[in-house]
């Protein structure tokens, strides 16, 4: 009995074994399976949001008014400050034009025997001058000194090595409307107008402002609005045949398909989509996503080309409103996100700012945050409004009293609410 009793379980443990010996094989055996079969893909990372392409279809006469506003640098460099506004929606190439645009200019500078050095600042993530000078001054490789220098002497130290070494340098201020509603008035005129606090004569260092909507910076002192908005270059959103352009370049010159994997009919129903003047956002950003997810659903069937049922499902899977929330809220600070949290847990429409409030301190609980005032909290609701995330307005009849209510920008849904939960778990983690 007792012999018996163990070969059964002696012979349970081997079927057991030999079980997940087979789940492992079937395992491998698909991931083999996947890994043999063709892709559409030749070089998938030039449909990156980061990746810069070698040219810039439709936006030649930004490029050239940019040329413009900076060509003094090369032949009197050091007589005068340039700067330039840069303004448009989402996708609609400002930061990718700028960047190429730096690069190039300051190696064409460089061949003529100037010296100029482009950096490129997001504000959004250097929240402070502070933050923003080490930023610049690390991208210079300029090395700060470590004790305690005030922004003001940091602008100094780094002033003092572009002179030291001959260097004119260009700053690309990105997402600048969030530097106008966040720091305070006295640094931005320090940043605009540093050649009346620093006292010097040449002119070293130049900007180009780039923000969403120009209307930001109507809340700027008017002496520095009108020194930086001399000259506002548009960047209007993209037509479906500029769309397809775009796209047809990242297939075609810069190799991102098998070749023959995406036909003109299926980049055109892409570029419709979200061309502007066939409805859409004119979204460039979106389309190159569009036709990124296609390719790999077209992988996910087992199929060589990318057809225009692969896009209509990519399409369906990508909310454009969504989108450009996501990616406005992935440089926020957890207070701003708790704040956002605390308006999608309540529905996200008309709410009452004690309500808000509320809320927001509930979620700062479960956080492990401590809330912030009453006055901080409407300051971060404006700048937030500013950046088009949440909308304000003044309650009327039917409501007791007079308060702010507040809604997101965007209508409320399921998928927006794991959106803001998940970038919310993810920055705690940090």
Same mark, same amino acid.
């Given at each position: $009995?007792?012999?018996?009793?163990?070969?059964?379980?002696?012979?349970?443990?081997?079927?057991?074994?030999? #079980?997940?010996?087979?789940?492992?094989?079937?395992?491998?055996?698909?991931?083999?399976?996947?890994?043999?079969?063709?892709?559409?893909?030749?070089?998938?990372?030039?449909?990156?949001?980061?990746?810069? %392409?070698?040219?810039?279809?439709?936006?030649?006469?930004?490029?050239?008014?940019?040329?413009?506003?900076?060509?003094?640098?090369?032949?009197?460099?050091?007589?005068?400050?340039?700067?330039?506004?840069?303004?448009?929606?989402? &996708?609609?190439?400002?930061?990718?034009?700028?960047?190429?645009?730096?690069?190039?200019?300051?190696?064409?500078?460089?061949?003529?025997?100037?010296?100029?050095?482009?950096?490129?600042?997001?504000?959004?993530?250097?929240?402070?001058?502070?933050?923003?000078?080490?930023?610049?001054?690390?991208?210079?490789?300029?090395?700060?000194?470590?004790?305690?220098?005030?922004?003001?002497?940091?602008? !100094?130290?780094?002033?003092?090595?572009?002179?030291?070494?001959?260097?004119?340098?260009?700053?690309?201020?990105?997402?600048?409307?969030?530097?106008?509603?966040?720091?305070? %008035?006295?640094?931005?005129?320090?940043?605009? !107008?540093?050649?009346?606090?620093?006292?010097?004569?040449?002119?070293?260092?130049?900007?180009?402002?780039?923000?969403?909507?120009?209307?930001?910076?109507?809340?700027?002192?008017?002496?520095?609005? =009108? @020194?930086? $908005?001399?000259?506002?270059?548009?960047?209007?959103?993209?037509?479906?045949?500029?769309?397809?352009?775009?796209?047809?370049?990242?297939?075609?010159?810069?190799?991102?398909? !098998?070749?023959?994997?995406?036909?003109?009919?299926?980049?055109?129903?892409?570029?419709?989509? @979200?061309?502007?003047?066939?409805?859409? #956002?004119?979204?460039? !950003?979106? +389309?190159?996503?569009?036709?990124?997810? +296609?390719?790999?659903?077209?992988? #996910?069937?087992?199929?060589?080309?990318?057809?225009?049922?692969?896009?209509?499902?990519?399409? #369906?899977?990508?909310?454009?409103?969504?989108?450009?929330?996501? =990616?406005?809220?992935?440089?926020?600070?957890?207070? *701003?996100? $708790?704040?956002?949290?605390?308006?999608?847990?309540?529905?996200?429409?008309?709410?009452?700012?004690?309500?808000?409030?509320?809320?927001?301190?509930?979620?700062?609980?479960?956080?492990?945050?401590?809330?912030? *005032?009453?006055?901080?909290?409407?300051?971060?609701?404006?700048?937030? /409004?500013?950046? &088009?995330?949440?909308?304000?307005?003044?309650?009327?009849?039917? $409501?007791?009293?007079?308060?702010?209510?507040?809604?997101?920008?965007? %209508?409320?849904? %399921?998928?927006?609410?794991?959106?803001?939960?998940? =970038?919310?778990?993810?920055? /705690?983690?940090?």
């Amino acid at each position: $009995m007792g012999r018996s009793t163990h070969t059964f379980k002696v012979y349970i443990v081997i079927l057991c074994n030999t #079980s997940r010996v087979k789940v492992l094989d079937n395992f491998r055996q698909i991931v083999e399976n996947v890994i043999q079969v063709a892709s559409v893909f030749e070089k998938n990372s030039v449909l990156n949001l980061d990746y810069v %392409p070698r040219n810039l279809p439709h936006r030649e006469s930004q490029v050239r008014e940019l040329t413009i506003n900076f060509r003094d640098i090369l032949f009197s460099p050091g007589s005068v400050s340039s700067a330039a506004v840069i303004t448009g929606k989402p &996708g609609s190439g400002k930061t990718t034009t700028v960047r190429k645009f730096g690069e190039t200019f300051s190696q064409i500078a460089r061949d003529k025997n100037v010296k100029l050095y482009y950096t490129h600042i997001n504000c959004h993530r250097q929240r402070t001058l502070y933050l923003s000078l080490l930023e610049i001054a690390r991208q210079l490789n300029f090395r700060v000194p470590n004790r305690g220098l005030s922004a003001q002497e940091t602008f !100094r130290y780094i002033y003092d090595n572009l002179e030291k070494r001959n260097i004119q340098l260009i700053v690309a201020l990105d997402e600048f409307d969030y530097f106008v509603s966040s720091v305070p %008035p006295e640094d931005i005129y320090f940043l605009v !107008r540093v050649y009346d606090e620093l006292n010097v004569e040449t002119k070293r260092i130049h900007y180009i402002f780039i923000v969403r909507d120009k209307s930001t910076l109507s809340f700027l002192d008017k002496s520095i609005r =009108e @020194h930086i $908005m001399k000259s506002v270059i548009d960047f209007p959103p993209y037509s479906s045949a500029e769309l397809y352009d775009i796209l047809k370049q990242r297939v075609v010159e810069e190799k991102a398909f !098998r070749e023959g994997a995406v036909g003109d009919e299926t980049l055109k129903s892409i570029a419709d989509l @979200h061309g502007a003047d066939k409805g859409g #956002s004119g979204n460039a !950003r979106l +389309a190159i996503e569009t036709l990124e997810l +296609a390719g790999k659903i077209a992988e #996910s069937e087992g199929s060589l080309l990318v057809t225009a049922d692969h896009v209509e499902k990519a399409f #369906s899977q990508i909310n454009p409103d969504i989108a450009a929330f996501e =990616e406005i809220i992935k440089d926020l600070d957890l207070q *701003s996100l $708790m704040l956002l949290k605390a308006v999608a847990d309540k529905g996200g429409e008309d709410l009452p700012i004690g309500v808000v409030e509320e809320q927001y301190k509930l979620v700062a609980k479960k956080m492990g945050e401590t809330p912030r *005032s009453h006055t901080q909290v409407y300051d971060y609701i404006r700048r937030m /409004k500013l950046l &088009g995330l949440l909308t304000t307005k003044q309650s009327g009849k039917g $409501m007791r009293g007079r308060t702010t209510l507040i809604s997101l920008s965007i %209508p409320f849904s %399921p998928q927006l609410e794991d959106l803001i939960t998940r =970038e919310l778990q993810g920055r /705690k983690k940090l």
